[in-house]
């Protein structure tokens, strides 16, 4: 603990060097004065609290929260001073407000340490003391020898000592680190490589010395020196020795590696980003609106305290024969009296700032999520998957959205790429029924016939199928090994038990389209390569492979072939090869590429080089030397490649179809129709990109589409920039669009941003190609950070899409393919792209006018609750006596009229979902935060003014003149008075609600209703009975009194009317003379909507079984919107909440009939789903 202060103080740094010393298996020197560095332990803490910090951390963060800060100022001064009400009326709201959320989060934090405690306590293996021992995760030490077993997860950072093969190789991949789902390779070094057994490593003697933790996944730099027979040997590490926790370990039965980065110092954990708190559009109106009525607030209490003053002027108000001073009043001092009075009206106009807003707030949008995990709609039955709401803080903003930024290849497109056509020294082949066949020509050959291919056709197939990183997965596992041929399963089995794992899609899609063609890979063990051409095998030896990197945007291999010969097979970009090709058909390769791109295809360029002997002995040398360099290695590895991939004979090309997703082109334009732009950010090349924007809708034919490309200078990019500016003034009548690469995209943001702002708003839709992740990331913080401030969505689905997500007001991850990397680090995750219409234009619409209408109404109630004690102290000499009885104070935000307004937030509906979707235009109606801006704001605060003083003028007229209303004679006092006024306030706000409200389910009824019956019950028990715990009770038979007197029940039902009339009048008129288009959807009939029910969703099980219907039949009556069973048929006509019939219900299955095979099964009934 004490190092732990010492750190975060600054006197003790956990790393004083730059790099760190690792003994593997412990073993420090003996001699000299060696001091052991420290470093953390394995414990892996994403929890924010501690069982000791919990109470005083968590009570910190909500009292920075301005509403509970100041209520607890407001209790602190009604327990110093004398204040006219009781501090229980401030202080049990607030334990109330502070207790839920403090139980919300506590509850979500440790669901966090059960995470923690499963993985720090998850069952590893580590040599000690000469044996295998089986300890925690948590346990694990800089320095020890772990060992991983196939399919496990690496619990540390290792460097590999040794595996099960005998080179001393593994395979991993490294999905939940950076989405990717290919194998990676990983190498230990040759003398370390030996030692397979834990006797062997026991006994071996190596140091690594490698750099301190940092974040970047893909750079290690560091060397081992192994101790041999007294000789120290030196290798050098890097990234490719390095298994990363997280990672898991694939087709390799086991490894040894030595910790060196543990728990919080691993790369995973570095790169945990501490996700900036991101805030809604509403929580920052809802901040300015408490401003404004904590001024009303300070404006009302300074007022009553001047005119308390200058009311006691004279002296017969100020001591008047009643209420004589005593010494100690006369003599106290004025400034501190003036003071005292002021924090007095403070506390009692203290209710006008509504504390129960934010918790109801929080339960409003905890429960509300809900509903986006239960909409069928957005589950995908193919892949199993749901929709899931990662944080609920900002369900409203999805119906404020004005830009979406989208991935392209796995959110657009299906990421399954499928082998089309190819280029073959010229000429155009396609595939058919797994033949080549040249373009214009059929597929005649009969079945079963071996199709003739000639020599270059053959060689392009051995690139294809030996150019890669793929590797292969069998049936049986370990079928490489132990003894025996490596080859055996290879040339045994057939090609239905292989499976290929390889670094992208396409290389996949590659070695399976030659697989079909005629030439199969077939198995790599070690530096040995097998593939079959037409049943025939051939063995080649992996000399070298020249790894892909993004600067050459190629990768090769050098092979010694079964011939003896030495080649080199290269593929890339065409840009990365055709200018270095010397031979081959060059031009016509590079137009079939052009063909290729445009019609949407991903295209890689193939060529070889073969080397005499005496090359490939130059080659060797130049390799052997960049790799084993410990300075400039990676420069010096560029040197080697650009040595090597020269001279290069072009063989052909290929083009790849990744598949456009269900629906995309639906919705983009319905997203188009809502007044959303959509922007494309992928790293494609500009070709493809273009040619999927025009086939997904995002591009129109009839548009003018605007570049944006090769940029080399500013000046340059500067000079296109303001000629696409006027192209677009002088062609302003039609659309465009805008394409725009990445580095030009990098000029343009380094000097020219308001230009380039200028002309992108300008454009219906932007294309931006080749980015890297961190452009994208840019891009959006650029429109974010414009002036106009719009709201802006990111959707992607793999890890390069995780900056480009935060970094947006919403971000959303797709359960893609690569990972789940985006979907860990999004706000919302669906399945597929075309989900995306019905959350923002159906759930966001939803939420937004839920909430909206909840922060105004909270706002409106509380000022129709406090004003009238404002209003009374003109009446009592602003004596500070409460209108009130202090339990009304305290219940009326808790118990009087929180349930309604819930409810409400919770179910309403303005337009039946299925017509949100079928008119998007509606979206409009809502956008630019519309419902929250000020002149809807100040309509409910003047409301809430106009309401207050009918409520108080209007009792003070029917009963001030004459309080003998009893027909007894029996005069009513003020708390009467009050209690007239507080009965009339909760009736009215109430109502005033039902008004609102345009969908009624059972629970509206309820609560409505309910709350009502509940006031008058309460009342009549709270002043019927002589409480024995009550010091005094002012209210005792008041209540009934009130009620059994008719003049009271007269004025209670005309100022309900009063208010509440001229709101029926104005809904009238403005619905008839100038309705908005929601209100004309409105009067639509209900869609013939098909749909499961949401409520039923959630309970309905994969296998046609219902786990909880009852659960499910029960909320759905509740929720008004089931009125049949879930196994039998009934049909029923009610009226909808429109005024006509609704549909007939019909249920379509009977009990002896097998459930459907949709993915929640138990689809009973078909009926609207209203997805509150």
Known sequence: MLRWIRQQLGFDPPHQSETRTVYVANRFPQHGHYVPQRFADNRIISSKYTIWNFVPKNLFEQFRRIANFYFLIIFLVQLMIDTPTSPVTSGLPLFFVITVTAIKQGYEDWLRHKADNEVNGAPVFVVRSGSLVQTRSKNIRVGDIVRVAKDETFPVDLVLLSSDRPDGTCHITTASLDGETNLKTHYSV???????????????????????????????????????????????????????????????????????????????????????????AVEKSMNTFLIIYLGILLFEAILSTILKYAWQAEDKWDEPFYNQKTEQERNSSPILKFISDFLAFLVLYNFIIPISLYVTVEMQKFLGSFFIGWDLDLYHEESDQKAQVNTSDLNEELGQVEYVFTDKTGTLTENEMQFRECSINGTKYREVNGKLVPEGMTDDTPDGSTPHLIGDEVLFLKAVSLCHTVQISYDQPDCLVG???????????????????????????????????????????????????????????????????????????????????????????????LPFATGGEIEKTRLHVDEFALKGLRTLVVACRHFSPEEYIDVDRRLNAARTALQQREERLQEAFSYIERDLQLLGATGVEDKLQDKVQETIEALRLAGIKVWVLTGDKHETAVSVSLSCGHFHRTMNILELLQQRSDNECAEQLRVLARRIKEDHVIQHGLVVDGASLSLALREHEKLFMEVCKNCSAVLCC????????????????????????????????VSMIQEAHVGIGIMGKEGRQAVRNSDYAIARFKFLAKLLLVHGHFYYIRIATLVQYFFYKNVCFITPQFLYQFFCLFSQQTLYDSVYLTLYNICFTSLPILVYSLFEQLVHPHILQN?????????????????????????????????????????????????????????????????????????????????????????????????????????????PFLHTQDMYFVFVQLLSSGSAWFAIIIIVITCLFPDVVKKVLYRHLLPTSTQKSQSLSTPQAQTLSCVESLCCYQHGQSGCSRLAHFLEQMTGQCRGTANHCHTSSHSNRWGGPRRQETMIMHPDEPSPPLGYKNLACKRDCFSP
């Open 190 to 280: 040759a003398e370390t490589a030996v030692c397979q057994s834990v006797s062997q490593l026991e006994a071996l003697q190596a140091v690594v010395e490698c750099q301190q933790p940092e974040a970047d996944l893909y750079r290690f730099v560091g060397r081992i020196t192994v101790t041999q027979h007294g000789e120290e040997i030196v290798r050098p590490l890097g990234p490719e020795n390095l298994l990363l926790r997280g990672a898991r370990l694939k087709n390799t039965k086991e490894i040894f590696g030595v910790a060196v980065y543990t728990g919080m110092e691993s790369k995973m954990a570095l790169n945990y980003k501490c996700k900036s708190q991101k805030r809604s």
């Open 483 to 577: 003894g025996g041929d490596p080859f055996a399963h290879a040339n045994g089995f057939s090609s239905s038990h292989m499976e290929y794992y390889a670094s992208s899609p396409d290389e996949k899609a590659l070695v399976e389209a030659a697989k079909r063609i005629g030439v199969a890979f077939t198995c790599s063990n070690g530096d040995i390569m097998e593939i079959k051409t037409f049943g025939k095998p051939e063995r080649y030896k992996l000399l070298h492979v020249l790894e892909f990197d993004a600067n050459r945007r190629r990768m090769s291999v050098i092979l010694q072939t079964p011939s003896g010969g030495t080649v080199l097979f290269t593929k890339g970009a065409e840009s990365a090869i």
């Open 770 to 801: 080749r980015m890297a992740p961190l452009q994208k990331a840019k891009v959006v913080r650029l429109l974010k950070t414009s002036p106009e401030k719009p709201i802006t969505l990111a959707i992607g689905d793999g890890a390069n899409d």
């Open 919 to 1027: 008119k998007p235009g509606l979206y409009r109606d809502i956008s630019k935060n519309s419902l929250l801006s000020f002149r809807t704001f100040l309509y409910w605060t003047l409301l809430g003014f106009c309401h207050a003083f009918v409520f108080f003028f209007g009792s003070y007229i029917l009963m001030g003149e004459d309080t003998s209303l009893m027909g007894n004679g029996q005069m009513f006092g003020n708390w009467t008075f009050g209690t007239l006024v507080f009965t009339v306030m909760v009736i009215t706000v109430t109502l005033k609600l039902a008004l609102e409200t345009h969908f009624w389910t059972w629970m509206n009824h309820f609560v409505t209703w309910g709350s009502i019956a509940f006031y008058f019950i309460f009342s009549l028990f709270y002043g019927g009975i002589i409480w």
